[in-house]
């Protein structure tokens, strides 16, 4: 990539952008935003080819595999791979397309790809039982006050704090 | 069908480009939520959250929206709230959160790549163990249970207040960046 990438966009505004485009989801569609569950239908499906006598009898699979034209025809699906398309195009917009292993210095990048590996394991198990993750239930369930979703976003953050002071040294 | 699911991928596309324009497909922008030295997630999200809450109050208020059509997550308090505490230790040692994975792995960094991968080998494990899971996963059930509810205020007043905590938020989030550049720069 040739050329300084282009500064971040004002956090406020950015803010008031997506709270616009979740709004826009709430009137078009009657439903927010999310991304553990297009993850969960993935799951199911890959499970499914595995082993398809035991995801028959497995409630949570079953639900994403009753989806009428198959796990992959659903909602947030689709609507994470829009999520891919749109981060990619504004990061080609703005000059960030990059490969990279963003890291702290001291960290090797096998140490890094182990973390980003075991929190996103970590974060999927939490997601499953949670009903959702930070876009499904901390933003859209936030800002149709569900009460489940402020519960999952205070603990979520709470625990994220926690853990933080023993993970510095990963990110300095 | 077709044409929901291209507003999907519509309504995507504006989700990841905004994510991206933010910053938040960079774990180490992220992260600083959590050492206090850039709180760009708590202004992003919670200006998101202020924004569709209130068009969402005023568009119901004004008769345009039909709330009995938008589909509210429902409220298990016990799984949510240990979901919610794993899903942070998570969190913390990703850098990123499942939406703002997809995001960095799509602006090239490979360490999105691999919290994509992680959290679909964690939802995977998790789904085929639920047998053992489900008692608790379905406990604590309140079904669409909201705020103004919990607390026996009118909706607008649970509004006016998540404004207003909001806007204190901010004003506290630009204070301690001011205090981490200086500790910083000393």
């Known amino acids: 990539?040739?050329?300084?990438?282009?500064?971040?966009?004002?956090?406020?505004?950015?803010?008031?952008?997506?709270?616009?485009?979740?709004?826009?989801?709430?009137?078009?569609?009657?439903?927010?935003?999310?991304?553990?569950?297009?993850?969960?239908?993935?799951?199911?499906?890959?499970?499914?080819?595995?082993?398809?006598?035991?995801?028959?009898?497995?409630?949570?699979?079953a639900r994403y595999l009753a989806q009428p034209g198959g796990p992959w025809k659903d909602w947030l699906v689709f609507e994470l791979a829009g999520v891919v398309l749109g981060g990619f195009l504004s990061a080609l917009a703005a000059g960030r397309l990059r490969r990279e292993i963003e890291r702290g210095a001291a960290v090797s990048r096998k140490t890094r790809l182990a973390?980003?590996?075991?929190?996103?394991?970590?974060?999927?198990?939490?997601?499953?039982?949670?009903?959702?993750?930070?876009?499904?239930?901390?933003?859209?369930?936030?800002?149709?006050?569900?009460?489940?979703?402020?519960?999952?976003?205070?603990?979520?953050?709470?625990?994220a704090y926690l853990v933080a002071p023993i993970l510095r040294w990963a990110w300095r | 069908?077709?044409?929901?699911?291209?507003?999907?991928?519509?309504?995507?596309?504006?989700?990841?480009?905004?994510?991206?324009?933010?910053?938040?497909?960079?774990?180490?922008?992220?992260?600083?939520?959590?050492?206090?030295?850039?709180?760009?997630?708590?202004?992003?999200?919670?200006?998101?959250?202020?924004?569709?809450?209130?068009?969402?109050?005023?568009?119901?208020?004004?008769?345009?929206?039909?709330?009995?059509?938008?589909?509210?997550?429902?409220?298990?308090?016990?799984?949510q709230l240990v979901g919610g505490l794993i899903f942070g230790c998570g969190f913390a040692c990703a850098g990123l959160c499942p939406g703002t994975s997809c995001v960095a792995a799509a602006s090239g960094r490979g360490d999105g790549a691999l919290v994509v991968a992680g959290m679909f080998c964690g939802v995977l494990a998790?789904?085929?163990?639920?047998?053992?899971?489900?008692?608790?996963?379905?406990?604590?059930?309140?079904?669409?249970?909201?705020?103004?509810?919990l607390l026996h205020l009118p909706y607008g007043v649970v509004v006016a207040i998540v404004v207003v905590v909001a806007l204190l938020g901010f004003r506290l989030a630009e204070r301690l960046e001011r205090r981490a550049a200086a500790h910083a720069s000393r």
């Open chain 1, 1 to 61: 990539m040739n050329g300084a990438a282009k500064p971040y966009s004002n956090p406020y505004l950015a803010g008031v952008g997506l709270g616009l485009v979740l709004l826009a989801a709430f009137i078009a569609a009657g439903r927010g935003l999310g991304a553990s569950g297009a993850f969960a239908s993935a799951a199911a499906s890959v499970a499914s080819r595995v082993s398809p006598e035991r995801v028959a009898g497995n409630p949570y699979f």
């Open chain 1, 115 to 159: 973390l980003a590996f075991a929190g996103g394991g970590v974060m999927g198990a939490g997601a499953v039982l949670a009903r959702g993750c930070t876009s499904g239930q901390a933003l859209t369930g936030g800002a149709l006050l569900s009460v489940g979703s402020w519960v999952f976003m205070l603990a979520a953050f709470a625990a």
């Open chain 2, 1 to 79: 069908m077709i044409a929901s699911l291209a507003m999907a991928f519509a309504i995507g596309i504006a989700f990841g480009w905004t994510l991206e324009r933010a910053g938040l497909g960079s774990a180490k922008k992220l992260v600083g939520q959590f050492y206090l030295t850039d709180l760009t997630v708590f202004k992003v999200m919670f200006s998101a959250i202020a924004t569709a809450m209130l068009g969402v109050f005023w568009l119901a208020r004004l008769g345009l929206l039909d709330l009995g059509q938008v589909w509210i997550p429902q409220t298990f308090l016990a799984p």
């Open chain 2, 126 to 149: 998790t789904g085929a163990s639920f047998g053992a899971l489900q008692t608790f996963y379905e406990s604590g059930a309140e079904g669409t249970f909201t705020l103004p509810e």
